[in-house]
């Protein structure tokens, strides 16, 4: 089992930034990637980033270029640096850690961005 516990999300304005960070703990080893996905209300659960242990990364389009996934392996946490931040990615954000035969979740943190 893989628990992970989010931090980090909270109120802005647009054109502002937030880090979210994800602890993982238990059975890391079986961790392939780390990311986060976001569901906004009415609306579908979608990727938002994620980070492969080789370093390879994958953005979602809307974020590409204002968001910026890393990990501290040492610390096995995932973070998402968010920058100019737009009210709609207002959104519950999750902490996902891919596993070798199964997917984790964090418990959601929510982000909201005001006009």
């Known amino acids: 089992q893989v628990q992970l516990v989010e931090s980090g999300g909270g109120l802005v304005q647009a054109g502002g930034s937030l880090r979210l960070s994800c602890a993982a703990s238990g059975n890391i080893f079986s961790i392939s990637a780390m990311g986060w996905y976001r569901q906004a209300p009415g609306k579908q659960r979608e990727l938002v980033a994620v980070k492969t242990n080789g370093g390879s990364t994958n953005y979602a389009d809307s974020v590409k270029g204002r968001f910026t996934i890393s990990r501290d392996n040492a610390k096995n946490t995932v973070y998402l640096q968010m920058n100019s931040l737009k009210p709609e990615d207002t959104a519950v954000y999750f902490c996902?850690?891919?596993?070798?035969?199964?997917?984790?979740w964090g418990q959601g943190t929510q982000v909201t961005v005001s006009s």
């Open positions: 996902n850690a891919g596993g070798n035969l199964r997917d984790y």
